[in-house]
């Protein structure tokens, strides 16, 4: 499942090396034994393996990076995850560059779908994201987010 607008689909490369090198360290059979932690891979894509207990929508954050995109994919657990196009937002924090994050108020009306299991995301710099959100009943989650550079 590809979510987009067709500006964005033909902008971007998701089938690029970069984009090949993620999806490979995501096909390792030993995910779920990583450590927290960083982990640097090829052309500058790092993973990021994440463990935490999913929160209330009203404790999440809206956020986007201007130099990567972002793959986030579900080791274990499930979580919510909200979407909503960058320019319809109001900044609430404004750009960090050390950190590559914005971080927004929340919209109105926003997208949803839930991350199981095995399941991934690819998000764009265009595209706000609210991870971490409880499914149901809070749970455990294991992530690995990548850290895909844009250019």
Same mark, same amino acid.
């Given at each position: ?5 067709? #500006?964005?689909?033909?902008? =971007? ?6 984009? &090949? ?8 059979? !030993?995910?779920? !034994?990583?450590? #927290? ?24 954050? =809206?956020?986007?990076?201007? &130099?990567?995109?972002?793959?986030? =994919?579900?080791?274990?657990? &499930? ?6 196009? &960058? ?33 991934? %995301? #690819? ?10 959100? %409880? ?9 690995? #987010? ?6």
């Amino acid at each position: 499942m590809l979510i987009s607008s067709l #500006v964005l689909a033909e902008h =971007y490369d998701y089938l690029a090396e970069k984009f &090949r090198i993620s999806y490979a360290f995501l096909s390792r059979p !030993d995910l779920a !034994d990583l450590p #927290v932690g960083s982990i640097k891979l090829e052309q500058g894509v790092t993973a990021s393996v994440q463990e935490y207990t999913t929160i209330p929508s009203h404790e999440g954050k =809206y956020e986007t990076h201007d &130099r990567y995109f972002d793959i986030h =994919y579900m080791v274990t657990g &499930r979580e919510v995850f909200d979407l909503a196009p &960058r320019d319809a937002l109001e900044e609430k924090i404004p750009y960090n560059a050390e950190r590559d994050i914005t971080i927004y108020h929340g919209p109105n009306m926003a997208s949803q779908i839930i991350l199981s299991q095995g399941e991934l %995301i #690819v998000l764009s710099p265009e595209e706000a994201h609210m991870p971490k959100i %409880i499914a149901g009943e809070p749970c455990t989650v294991k992530k690995i #987010v990548l850290k895909v550079p844009v250019y």
